[in-house]
């Protein structure tokens, strides 16, 4: 899952540093990524992984760096089961 997460970071994060060079940790806010981008990221994991983020979810902190990204989405689709 965080495979497909940090393409979708590359694709969409706009980040100022390459993605090869960044750690699952790496705060992407910190590496470039705007409140912008985080919008557009939000709703690229959406469609690619199938579901809406909750209102709940919808904060800065849920999309700090790829591992909070990944227990996100485990969350929101675990509770979809």
């Known amino acids: ?3 497909r997460i940090r393409r979708i ?3 969409h994060a706009e ?3 390459p993605l090869e060079g960044i750690e699952n940790s790496t705060d992407l ?3 470039g990524m705007t409140s912008q981008s985080s ?3 939000m709703i690229a994991l959406e469609s690619e992984f199938g579901f809406e983020f909750p ?3 919808l ?3 849920v999309f700090t760096d790829v591992d909070t990204i990944a227990n996100a989405i485990e969350n929101v689709l675990r509770v979809q089961q």
């Open 59 to 61: 904060s800065r902190d």
């Open 15 to 17: 980040l100022r540093l």
């Open 1 to 3: 899952m965080k495979d």
């Open 29 to 31: 806010y910190r590496a």
């Open 55 to 57: 209102d709940s979810m």
């Open 9 to 11: 970071v590359k694709r």
């Open 39 to 41: 919008v557009v990221l």
